[in-house]
């Protein structure tokens, strides 16, 4: 049974075998894993339960019930809008269900930059395996294929660009297209509708609106978690506190290091919540003589690897991706005020969007804020990764001309550009794409506790276990050695699953 704990109800006090902070892609994993192997299993998280009947497929309801902030979530100079899950099963109840496997130039990567031999192709594909058939991954098929993703795909191949169509975890999709506000129809293969519900039905005691704010350790070793039962706005009430002698933490890239460095746990390499990459996108918009309604059907199904060549340099490169966004969203990125803002939002039928993914060497931090709903995060966009982005948006604008756009909007702040058919798409390059001076969104942040065979220069190792405390596991995207490259759901899948069997071996 999955406990909402409303305030008033009281303080709650538990033992278990294991607790888990966190109900995204990995912590879910690792409680259902655990909990169907007969351990007993206590599985926190922040946000609230909602479920399918709850999804109304309105933005201004959504987006404060699914986003940390209500989608607001920002680096310290708001150049930067990062979009995180804040429900049971995380951020994976808000994806777009791309489903891709770790390129195997970063896991080599992984193996001899990082000191992590055991990630050796064989010894990870049984976790793909499992992780794969859990969330029903498959291939997209032909008819899914939306009319934003048709065209795109045809001014790609038009260009002669590589590109192909993905893979997807959803099962019995009827192509509403508001994947992003919720699936109202549990067509997708969220957490909350495999994973999670396999750690309740094997026994896991899950309770939402439960904030984990501090870990302690004695002797060298995981011993409780400790913190707060909060209401919709965040508010503390109760209080909580579960012992157990292994915790997994996986709140996330943002939410782990937090916990960790306001718990003064797992820092002795001080490398805690540095190495920050958020995979930045910015986004081109094309307008069109007909109407598109981009939103309706399977958002993402096209995917242009043309400029991202992992096996001649895994530590460089960005993928095209289609994206759109329902009115709200849209009106509060598109720049401009008053009539010229008026004018843009008119043409919203007739729109298709096209994003520059960026697998960025570029780093950040995050810190300790004023509070655990918001901390601080800094980052710095360097020089190399800017010109990456604005070259990929010259290609994305290339792309949408070749696709028939009538012009193509790059959202520069405070003046937008926006380029007719015939001007040279080559500007972009030449205004740049500097932090602040145009729109960039994160929906990958990652590399906060990075895995690692050094404890000097990593936080956990091959198994996601702390180097500084024995029986506290990190499982989440913060384990990243690097940025990834490539869209995270089933990399994060996939160690947590290691993880968790690791956990079965040693307990």
Not at 146 to 160: D, F, P, S, T, V
Not at 220 to 243: D, F, K, N
Not at 360 to 374: F, I, N, T
Request: with cysteine; charged share 20%.
């Amino acid at each position: 049974m999955i406990v909402p704990l409303l305030p008033g109800g009281g303080d709650l006090v538990e033992r278990a075998d294991v607790c888990v902070i966190g109900s995204g892609a990995g912590g879910a994993v690792v409680a259902a894993l655990l909990a169907e192997a007969g351990r007993s299993v206590v599985l926190l998280e922040q946000g609230h339960h909602w479920t399918a009947k709850d999804f109304t497929q309105r933005e201004e309801e959504m987006l404060p019930r699914l986003f940390e902030e209500g989608g607001m979530r920002m680096t310290v100079d708001g150049g930067i809008n990062i979009l995180q899950g804040r429900n049971v099963g995380g951020s994976t109840v808000h994806n777009l269900c791309y489903a891709f496997r770790t390129p195997e130039p970063i896991l080599r990567l992984w193996r001899e930059e990082h000191g992590l031999p055991e990630l050796m192709p064989g010894a990870v594909e049984p976790s793909f395996a499992r992780v794969e058939a859990g969330l029903k991954v498959k291939q997209i098929r032909e008819d899914e294929v939306n009319r934003m993703n048709q065209i795109i795909r045809a001014g790609a191949e038009k260009l002669g660009y590589s590109g192909f169509v993905t893979k997807h975890n959803r099962e019995g999709c009827l192509k509403a297209g508001y994947c992003i506000l919720g699936c109202s129809y549990d067509a997708k293969q969220s957490m909350l509708v495999t994973y999670v519900p396999r750690a309740d039905r094997a026994g896991a005691r899950i309770y939402a609106n439960a904030r984990a704010e501090r870990i302690e350790a004695e002797g060298g070793r995981a011993r409780r978690v400790l913190g707060h039962i909060v209401g919709p706005g965040g508010a503390a009430h109760g209080a909580l506190e579960i012992t157990a002698p292994v915790i997994v933490l996986a709140a996330g890239s943002i939410g782990s290091p937090d916990v960790l460095l306001r718990s003064g746990l797992a820092n002795g390499s001080n490398q805690v919540g540095r190495n920050l990459h958020l995979h930045p996108a910015a986004i081109a918009t094309g307008f069109f003589e007909d109407v598109i309604d981009s939103y309706r059907g399977i958002p993402q199904s096209y995917y242009i690897d043309q400029f991202i060549d992992l096996e001649r340099d895994p530590r460089a490169g960005y993928m095209l991706m289609p994206i759109t966004a329902f009115p709200i969203l849209t009106a509060a990125t598109l720049p401009g005020f008053g009539e010229a803002h008026h004018a843009l939002m008119r043409d919203y039928a007739r729109t298709a969007g096209l994003l520059v993914l960026l697998h960025d060497q570029s780093s950040g931090r995050v810190e300790s804020g004023g509070s655990l709903s918001k901390p601080r995060i800094t980052y710095n966009l360097e020089d190399r990764d800017a010109r990456q982005i604005a070259e990929g948006l010259v290609h994305c604008a290339e792309v949408l001309f070749a696709a028939g756009a009538r012009r193509v909007l790059v959202p520069y702040w405070p003046e937008p550009l926006i380029l007719e058919r015939g001007d040279d798409p080559a500007v972009i390059a030449r205004r740049g794409a500097a932090q602040g001076e145009i729109v960039l969104t994160s929906v990958h942040p990652q590399s906060t506790c990075r895995m690692g065979g050094d404890p000097a220069s990593s936080v956990v190792n091959a198994w996601g276990e702390c180097h500084d405390v024995r029986g506290l596991y990190v499982a989440d995207m913060s384990v990243f050695p690097t940025s990834l490259g490539a869209p995270p759901q089933i990399t994060t899948a996939m160690l947590a699953d290691r993880t968790a069997h690791r956990i079965l071996d040693t307990l």
